[in-house]
């Protein structure tokens, strides 16, 4: 299962920069190599943003697996990312095995 | 000054704040020019106080008008309604949307979606959207709709709040004029829910929705533009389909209106002479009396008059159906079907609860508009009492008779006196001091009889007969005849019959005056 994800940012602000770090270090740690992120800057295509009704950045849609689900922020709480991801059950599992 | 301030100031060379023409009827008057430009206006109401129109309009008249093309943000309603529902107001959204002229930026939330907030955010997304829209259509007006939908769809009101800071000064300097709308919970209280009118401070335009003894009253406030004048008050609007919003600025209306010495007659001889030759050409002239003293018959005379000298009469009847009027015309020898087919005559038969009575206002001035008439006449103006509030009656009559002056076409009102003997109408007592000549109708009991008493009670710029007279009607119409000499008290309700002696007696007080003696 490939997860399916794009990343709307505007420009290279420190909240964008953030954003992509964070969402990369958690992917790496839950499904390695099983992930592919566009980025998208709103501010280079906002008709991207308009396409898909983004209104706060950073911004994380999840195409695949269903269902599309959006994580919005810094992506700085990972509690919430692996919900949003639906990765919490594994999350779960290890907090479980502790 | 450094040039952000520079840019955020965006006022002209002189100092002075230059205003947007909005061309929404009625509203720039108010305004006193139309929005500030290139600056932002909240407009806020409570749910239903057409907020989503207003702001559409703003749009819809700019690009009909002035050829200015408008970005359309909405938070709450999606495209797809709105351009559903702004077709009744005659805007043709989709087509515009064509000629990219009007853009969408479509933030209305998606129930659908689940939304996960994960640390910190901005809402660099949505200004981004609305400078590609402004650019896209090259726009000058923005309109957005409705702040407190954003801030139920995000978590946030503190970030939310410092990002529309954000986002309305990034619109100052794209150089467009906005309008954003709020909510408000009540009528009369907080400006706005959530504290938005912090950040868009500078002009505030609240739009009300109240209901007064079980009617429905629209009104809209200019509450405060920075730096510059505006009319103060709340002033009645309307909605109509095909228009959208009119506002009704009727307490700015000018009293400038000319005047003129021409006579025109009143359709009755008798009549003309008592008012001193007949009725001022632009004046207004109130009919009161109770129900059947003769103010149908008065009107039917007054258009018949016009008829005969080939001018052309617009009535407004508000109590009769066309074939009871016509029927009743025919009963004092004028055929109304005839001057109608003619073109001497339009009647226009409604029952006053139909519209509210703004849309009677603007309904009679577009039928004033579409036939150009000489002559106006309302019959009757107090069955419109029973619609509306007594502040709404009040400012329908004085734009009904401000708008007939300025077209410098007489006008002839009746009142119904509530009670059969004497008394006075709501009706009168608003219309009394704008018209230019009063005429009293009158029953009159003497001797067990009842009779129909006139006479004029008042007739602007000149003398006129003080006489009460007595009135009879036949097949031909109205005949006027001998004063009432023998009985006084009529103007009060309560005549009593004064014997001849006394009026002898009372004669001879005056007597050594009198040469003939």
Request: hydrophobic share 35%; net charge negative.
């Amino acid at each position: 299962m490939i997860y399916k994800l794009t990343l709307y940012i505007t420009g290279r602000t420190y909240s964008s920069e953030c954003a992509a770090e964070n969402l990369r270090r958690i992917l790496e740690k839950e499904c390695p190599g099983a992930y592919e992120i566009t980025i998208v800057d709103v501010v280079e295509r906002p008709e991207e943003a308009e396409t898909h009704r983004v209104l706060a950045t950073p911004t994380l849609i999840k195409e695949s697996p269903p269902p599309v689900r959006r994580i919005v922020g810094d992506m700085s709480d990972t509690c919430k990312v692996l919900l949003g991801l639906g990765l919490n059950s594994a999350n779960a599992k290890e907090v479980n095995q502790r | 000054m450094s040039a952000k301030s520079a840019a955020i100031n965006s006022s002209s060379p002189n100092g002075s704040v230059k205003k947007l023409a909005t061309t929404i009827p009625g509203f720039d008057l108010i305004c006193e020019g139309g929005l500030p430009e290139h600056r932002t206006t909240l407009i806020s109401g409570t749910a239903g106080s057409a907020k989503t129109v207003f702001a559409a309009q703003f749009l819809a008249e700019g690009i009909v008008n002035e050829n200015q093309s408008g970005v359309f943000v909405t938070f709450e309603e999606s495209p797809d309604d709105i351009r559903r529902n702004m077709l009744g107001f005659g805007w043709d959204i989709a087509e515009w949307e064509k000629q990219n002229r009007w853009c969408f930026v479509d933030a209305s939330s998606q129930p659908n979606v689940d939304t996960v907030v994960s640390g910190k955010y901005d809402l660099g997304a949505l200004l981004a959207r609305i400078e590609h829209a402004v650019r896209k259509v090259n726009g000058c007006r923005v309109a957005i709709d409705s702040l407190g939908a954003i801030f139920s769809q995000l978590p946030d009101h503190s970030v939310v709040r410092s990002e529309l800071f954000r986002t309305a000064t990034a619109l100052r300097q794209m150089n467009v004029t906005a309008l954003l709308t709020a909510e408000r919970t009540q009528e009369y209280g907080d400006i706005a829910r959530y504290g938005v009118e912090e950040f868009v401070a500078d002009n505030v335009v609240i739009l009300r929705n109240t209901l007064e003894e079980e009617k429905r009253r629209r009104t809209v406030e200019v509450l405060k533009f920075r730096g510059t004048a505006h009319q103060k008050g709340e002033y009645p609007f309307t909605v109509i389909p095909g228009k959208g919003v009119v506002v009704l600025p009727l307490s700015a209306i000018e009293l400038k209106q000319k005047s003129s010495d021409l006579r025109v007659t009143s359709g009755n001889e008798d009549l003309d002479r008592m008012c001193g030759g007949g009725f001022f050409r632009d004046s207004i002239i109130l009919v009161s009396g109770a129900t059947g003293t003769g103010k149908t018959l008065i009107t039917a005379e007054f258009i018949a008059g016009a008829a005969r000298r080939g001018e052309r009469c617009l009535l407004f009847a508000f109590e009769e159906s066309r074939e009871q009027l016509f029927r009743n015309a025919r009963g004092w020898g004028h055929d109304f079907g005839k001057m109608e087919n003619d073109g001497y005559l339009r009647v226009i038969c409604e029952y006053p609860e139909v519209l509210g009575l703004e849309d009677h206002l603007i309904r009679i001035k577009q039928y004033i508009e579409e036939f150009k008439p000489d002559r106006v006449a309302v019959d009757s103006l107090s069955a419109l009492e029973r619609v509306s509030t007594e502040k709404g009656f009040r400012e329908f009559v004085i734009g009904v008779t401000s708008h007939i002056k300025h077209q410098e076409i007489t006008g002839l009102f009746t009142a119904t006196a509530p009670s059969l003997l004497g008394g006075s109408s709501v009706t009168e007592s608003h219309i009394s001091t704008i018209t230019d000549s009063i005429i009293l109708l009158r029953y009159i009991e003497t001797l067990g009889e009842i009779r129909r008493g006139v006479t004029v009670l008042k007739m602007r710029g000149s003398a006129h007969e003080k006489k009460i007279r007595e009135v009879m009607i036949d097949g031909d119409g109205m005949h006027i005849g001998v004063p009432f000499r023998d009985v006084s008290g009529i103007l009060s309700g309560s005549p009593t019959h004064v014997s001849s002696s006394e009026l002898e007696r009372i004669g001879g007080l005056f007597a050594d005056d009198d040469p003939k003696k």
